[in-house]
């Protein structure tokens, strides 16, 4: 069965580190492209970091960039997002994504066209003093 499920969210002062986890299921990660993307209410959901199958490319929005860090870990199918000096604007509910497909994309035309096929159902980061 094709999952993807997020872990790690929660409360979290400006300038604070969190790590989001984001267990798979059901096919082979290192195949895929991945990605973490976030949404809060009334705005379009926004890809923050994009990984290409294989590890051969990265994207990270400029807004997140030097602070956030996708990893993937093939062998346990988990994909990270460690996030650091987290500013109130980083409060959102987090996504991470799964596909397959992209063929002719890079993967910053992949991350910022959100194309991607399979979704987890979210995980809420709340960055508040």
């Known amino acids: 069965q094709f999952q993807l499920v997020e872990s790690g969210g929660g409360l979290v002062q400006p300038g604070g580190s969190l790590r989001l986890s984001c267990a798979t299921s059901?096919?082979?990660?290192?195949?895929?492209?991945i990605g973490w993307f976030r949404q809060t209410p009334g705005k379009e959901r926004e890809g923050v970091a994009c990984?290409?199958?294989?590890?051969?490319?990265?994207y990270y929005s400029d807004s997140v960039k030097g602070r956030f860090l996708i990893l993937r870990d093939n062998a346990k199918n988990m994909i990270y997002l460690q996030m650091n000096s987290l500013k109130l604007e980083d409060t959102a509910t987090y996504y991470c994504?799964?596909?397959?497909?992209?063929?002719?994309?890079?993967?910053?035309?992949?991350?910022?066209?959100?194309?991607?096929?399979?979704w987890g159902q979210g995980t809420q980061v709340t960055v508040s003093s």
């Open positions: 994504a799964a596909d397959a497909g992209g063929l002719g994309h890079t993967i910053h035309t992949v991350c910022t066209d959100r194309l991607f096929g399979s």
């Open positions: 059901g096919f082979t990660l290192d195949y895929y492209n």
């Open positions: 990984l290409s199958a294989g590890d051969r490319d990265i």
